[in-house]
């Protein structure tokens, strides 16, 4: 029999994604592939990178998407079943609205699916599959198969994309994983990480983990295991991790050359609100300063758009980047996912002001009414912080505060700021 797993993006979301350089595919379809029996044929379509033949010879469609991209992918679907093949869909926005995504899909998977997905092949070839799969217990994370290396197909400047965590223990209320994966942290054996880590024949490693440090112990004990393998690596951690010099230390030494930091806000009551008190603005300095020590650049996250923010707040984040040596970062705009406990309380607020999921994308639209200032003053402060991040004054600042990555960053500052002149918002 023969399967097309499709990663989805909407035309919207990948001409937003051309101002951010680099773009790392998901994991989700190669490793779903892995998990499939051998009497299955797999292709594997990443709308990033290549268009999708609706006349393709296929038994079964299956679809991973995130909430922008809802829209577009049930057009997808009904082009699929119209042909008579029908289609599964999975991830980020199936989890959240599961009863929206049945409507146009043959099988929804909810939550995770290392089980679900064999069980529903196998309902499948039996012809009495089910309309929805929920895996009620947290996966096992032992003996997983490798991801298929044949059906990563994005350039996106690494030589490999794997995970060897899954979910976070924090629960901050703009977040979904707390919805996605309600069984919390987990993960892999160190050994069988270090395994895959091994295989990519690529120099630079992605971790698409959501806190890789958020067991210290564990994160020491990885780091140990890949540093023979003399590769480059980086991923996501909070900012506990830039406490722990041993950790750094191992970091450093096992191929980390940036790590990302979750920062969100440089207002304390902002992130208090949020539920993200254990960030303490306080301490970013050092945090930063000491993560640079090691000769590991800092990337950070950053959202506009809470309910303390006033215009002020684009200056305030300029400032402390700025003057912090903050290699890279990542605007959004604050964006309530449905099923959240942000998306609840603002609709329990009368603040929401759209459904069309579409415009949930964080960098183009305000789907909500924010307390202190406008929508267009939300959206006009978030694209002039974009600008001038990236601006050849800002990189000249910011850079020359760490020389950490500096071989690499300053190329990629100056490659963010010729894309963000040719495909940034006018």
């Known amino acids: 029999m023969k399967l097309l797993l499709i990663t989805a993006s909407a035309h919207e979301i990948r001409q937003i994604r051309k101002t951010r350089v680099i773009n790392f595919q998901q ?22 990178q290549e268009r999708i033949d609706f006349n393709i010879e296929v038994d079964l469609v299956g679809i991973t998407f995130h909430t922008p991209s809802a829209n577009h992918v049930y057009e997808i679907a009904a082009e699929f079943r119209k042909r008579g093949i029908p289609v599964a869909m999975g991830g980020p926005h199936v989890s959240l609205l599961p009863d929206e995504a049945e409507n146009h899909a043959d099988a929804v998977f909810i939550g995770e699916a290392e089980d679900t997905w064999k069980e529903f092949l196998a309902d499948f070839e039996n012809k009495q599959f089910k309309k929805r799969y929920e895996q009620k217990n947290p996966s096992s994370l032992i003996n997983l198969p490798m991801a298929r290396k044949d059906l990563f197909h994005r350039r996106d400047h690494s030589g490999g994309i794997m995970f060897a965590t899954r979910g976070c223990p924090n629960k901050c ?22 395994r895959e880590y091994g295989s990519f024949e690529g120099k630079v490693i992605i971790f698409w983990d959501d806190n890789i440090a958020a067991d210290p112990n564990y994160a020491k004990d990885l780091f140990k295991a890949i540093a023979p393998y003399k590769k480059w690596w980086s991923s996501q951690t909070s900012i ?5 010099d041993e950790l750094l230390e191992l970091a450093a030494k096992s191929g ?9 806000s440089v207002s304390q009551i902002s992130l208090d609100h949020a539920n993200k008190s254990f960030n303490r603005v306080e301490d970013y300095y050092k945090i930063i300063k000491k993560i640079h020590s090691y000769g590991i650049s800092v990337q950070v996250g950053i ?7 006033d215009k002020s707040i684009f200056g305030k984040t300029m400032t402390f980047l700025e003057a912090a040596g903050v290699q890279n970062a990542t605007f959004n705009v604050l964006t309530p996912y449905p099923g959240t406990p942000l998306f609840k309380r603002l609709e329990s607020e009368g603040r929401i002001l759209t459904y069309d999921w579409s415009k949930y994308n964080g960098r183009r639209d305000v789907v909500f009414k924010p307390k202190n200032m406008t929508c267009d003053e939300l959206l006009e402060g978030f694209k002039r912080v974009n600008s001038q991040f990236y601006s050849l004054k800002s990189t000249g600042k910011r850079l020359s505060k760490s020389t950490a990555g500096l071989w690499w960053t300053l190329p990629l500052n100056l490659s963010y700021y010729f894309s963000y002149k040719l495909y940034g918002p006018k």
Request: negative net charge; proline residues 5%; glycine residues 6%.
């Open 173 to 194: 209320e703009f977040c979904a994983l707390a919805i996605m994966y309600s069984s919390n942290f987990r993960k892999r054996p160190v050994a069988e990480v270090a």
């Open 303 to 309: 959202i506009f758009g809470f309910d303390e923010d």
């Open 256 to 264: 980390c050359k940036q790590l990302f930091l979750g920062l969100e």
């Open 27 to 48: 994991v989700t379809m190669p490793y779903l592939a892995a998990l499939t029996p051998a009497n299955w044929e797999v292709e594997h379509i990443d709308e990033g």
């Open 240 to 244: 506990h991790a830039g406490w722990n």
